[in-house]
Nanobody
Framework: QVQLVESGGGLVQAGGSLRLSCAAS????????MAWFRQAPGKEREFVAA????????AYADSVKGRFTISRDNAKNTVYLQMNSLKPEDTAVYYC???????????????WGQGTQVTVSS
């Protein structure tokens, strides 16, 4: 089992920045690719970013490329999502997820956190 706990969400004005963290415990964190997803009210959960277990490969949704950066610190069992130039449409609950294979698929992630709310005001 891998337990994931997100933090760092909050209310920010458009154009601002936030850094989300996801702390992992349980089985070997460094064996898993990690990803961030988000779900806005009334919408399906969607892929945001992912990073390989070694941190040498990343993937981003087109909507966040150039604004968001995913990173990880395996010594701290933590994955981060740095979000810059935030827009109102980034408002959502952001979820951390873990899977053996780096992939953007909501249905195939093995473990999920509980989510953290990000609200961007205009």
């Amino acid at each position: 089992q891998v337990q994931l706990v997100e933090s760092g969400g909050g209310l920010v004005q458009a154009g601002g920045s936030l850094r989300l963290s996801c702390a992992a415990s349980g089985r070997t964190f460094s064996s898993y690719a990690m990803a961030w997803f988000r779900q806005a009210p009334g919408k399906e959960r969607e892929f945001v970013a992912a990073i390989s277990w070694r941190g040498d490969r990343t993937a981003y949704a087109d909507s966040v490329k150039g604004r968001f950066t995913i990173s990880r610190d395996n010594a701290k069992n933590t994955v981060y999502l740095q979000m810059n130039s935030l827009k109102p449409e980034d408002t959502a609950v952001y979820y951390c997820a873990a899977d053996i294979i780096l992939n953007p698929n909501t249905d195939s992630q093995e473990y999920w956190g509980q989510g953290t709310q990000v609200t961007v005001s205009s």
